[in-house]
């Protein structure tokens, strides 16, 4: 999961578990060395690989930060994901010395000013500068509380849920603006979109289809592609490893949103029938399965094509 990546003195614990506290309180999933992993002559490589997949690095800087082994290489490993284009950098200035500078690798970012205190209105302003989309999906909050879209012609909104490793593919939960997502919906309305303009409203044709103003929706996207008539999802059919990457997100998606034992699954597909077939096949037989297939003739955008049961018999 992609977070934001916590760099501090222990010396300066207070005030940063403060802006962890407020971070999580806003729902931003926050990663943090809270028993300072021993430092050997290798940097530890859990510290490491959680630099390697945030999304933002907080720098706590201070005099204290400046005289820690860890932060230095904390801050050397950063400095090339930033460099690379692959994280952002959030410089936090706790030390009340005007001469007091930032490394110079980070001078030119503007860091969140706290020389006059961790009080809450320096907390507030710093919340207020990290981008929105960071936050992670809500159980205990409706959709219109996340951060939200609109979904064109429909009652729903969509919510960002999680993203691949990569970033190539992204989950959204769509439902009611007033609802709770549970953890096990009753039914889960898988909308698989891998193909297809970007702006064509697979949501809304699906919501037409269903005429179900109760349901949830699992709304996964593939990769992006430029296309000479606009932006498109496709997997590239040579791509060994993207097409097993969309497979085993979308196969992790699901499971983490729905139970065999109460969940009907329903997938409507814009996406090769080889990768729905693959993904259908790691849940046939010990859940309840429909399929709908795209035929706007029939009236609806969709028609149900194929069900079956938990013990894999046709319904």
Known sequence: M?????????????CVDKVVHRLEENDFPVWIDRQKIALTSEFPQEITNNILSARLFVLFWSENAKASPYV?????????????????????????????????EFAHIQAADFRSGCDDTAIGSFIDQIPSDLRKFSYDKPLGQQPYQSVEGTSFVSVPY??????????????????????????????????????????KEVYETLDDSEAWMLHITGPVVKDSRGDKYWIDNLD????????????????????????????????????????????????????????????KPYVLAYEVDRNGNSV
């Open 2 to 14: 992609s977070h934001i990546f916590i760099s501090y003195s222990r010396r300066d614990t207070v």
């Open 240 to 299: 060994r490893a993207l097409w097993e990457e969309c497979y085993q997100f979308t196969t992790q998606m699901i499971q983490s949103n729905a139970r065999s034992d109460t969940t009907k699954l329903k997938f409507f597909g814009l996406t090769a029938g080889v990768l729905l077939a693959r993904i259908a096949m790691g849940f046939y037989r010990f859940w309840s399965l429909q399929f709908y297939n795209y035929a706007s003739e029939s009236g």
């Open 162 to 203: 999680l993203s691949s490793t990569s970033g190539r593919c992204s989950a959204y939960i769509v439902g009611r603006k007033d609802a709770k997502m549970p953890r096990a919906p009753r039914e889960l309305v898988i909308c698989l979109q891998f193909m297809q303009p970007t702006n064509k409203n697979m949501l």
């Open 72 to 104: 230095e290489a904390e801050r050397r490993i950063a400095n090339q994901q930033y460099l690379a284009g692959k994280l952002k950098i959030l410089p936090i200035m706790l030390e009340k010395d005007e001469k007091f500078e930032l490394p110079i």
